[in-house]
């Protein structure tokens, strides 16, 4: 009788302690700051982000990607004063075509919006780099692919499977 009771406590601190992580794990989720918050607050929240960018007007992005293994890259906007004006997860279908400036925007305007690729690779239909990134649409796995040229100009992007992930799959 002892024993299954030691069982049965010890089950329950591991579902405890399990418990704990998930609250932990949730307290640094990027998307979960929230506008007005302070860039002190949220550094501290979260730690360090993968990337820094400076923003017209004097403010700064806070960059929280989970490249390359993860599906999300979260932008984090400060303005002046130091308050969070915008929280944006910015791998989204649904934003590629407002987002990306084909002809204008230049590598370091991609860095700056989507932090750095999950890959790097040249095609031989096109002469510069094609930079990948993983995201997740309604739950499959998907990838961005950017075309920079020579000269750092973005001339095209596309979506397309995450072919990677089928071969693992199958």
Request: net charge positive; with cysteine; aromatic share 12%.
């Amino acid at each position: 009788m002892a024993a299954r009771r030691f069982g049965s406590l010890a089950a329950l601190g591991v579902f405890a302690v399990a418990g704990l992580g998930l609250i932990a794990g949730c307290a640094n989720e990027p998307t979960r700051v929230q506008p007005g918050a302070t860039a002190a607050d949220t550094l501290q929240r979260l730690g360090a982000p993968t990337g820094r960018y400076p923003l017209t007007g004097g403010g700064e992005r806070l960059q929280y990607s989970r490249m390359p293994a993860g599906f999300e890259v979260t932008d984090i906007d400060v303005d002046a004063s130091g308050k969070v004006v915008s929280v944006t997860q910015v791998l989204s279908e649904a934003r590629f075509g407002y987002d990306i400036k084909v002809n204008q925007w230049r590598q370091n305007d991609v860095m700056a919006f989507y932090g750095r690729p999950y890959e790097i690779t040249r095609v031989s239909s096109f002469d510069g780099a094609v930079w990948t990134w993983r995201y997740k649409a309604v739950n499959e796995r998907r990838m961005l692919y950017i075309y920079i040229d020579p000269t750092g100009v973005v001339r095209r992007y596309h979506t397309g499977d995450d072919l990677d992930f089928d071969r693992i799959r199958d």
